[in-house]
């Protein structure tokens, strides 16, 4: 059983940049595939990005590459997703997850733990 919480989250203007970050209990995290959802209202949850158990490979979204760095810290059992460039589009509730398989999914239904997720706005 693992619980994440997330933090970070908040009203920023178009172009800035928020770090989000997700605390994880558990002394397996580092055995934990990561992922970053968001989902607004009206739209189904979006994968993100994902992240390996050892934070050798990352993967993300079409619409997030090359603006948003996901990275984990196992020692501090957390993960973090910094935000770069932000767009009114990246406005969401912003969800950490967890599982176990060996690869980085996705899907949401591949995740087994989920946080509470963090509100992220981003006015024009």
């Known amino acids: 059983q693992v619980q994440l919480v997330e933090s970070g989250g908040g009203l920023v203007q178009a172009g800035d940049s928020l770090r989000l970050s997700c605390a994880a209990s558990?002394?397996?995290?580092?055995?934990?595939?990561m992922g970053w959802f968001r989902q607004a209202p009206g739209k189904e949850r979006e994968f993100v990005a994902g992240?390996?158990?050892?934070?050798?490979?990352?993967y993300y979204g079409d619409s997030v590459k090359g603006r948003f760095t996901m990275s984990r810290d196992n020692a501090k059992i957390t993960v973090y997703l910094q935000m770069n460039s932000l767009k009114p589009e990246d406005t969401a509730v912003y969800y950490c997850?967890?599982?176990?398989?060996?690869?980085?999914?996705?899907?949401?239904?591949?995740?087994?733990?989920w946080g509470q997720g963090t509100q992220v706005t981003v006015s024009s």
């Open positions: 992240i390996s158990w050892s934070g050798g490979n990352t």
């Open positions: 997850a967890a599982h176990t398989r060996v690869l980085v999914t996705t899907t949401p239904g591949s995740y087994d733990y």
């Open positions: 558990g002394r397996i995290f580092s055995s934990y595939v």
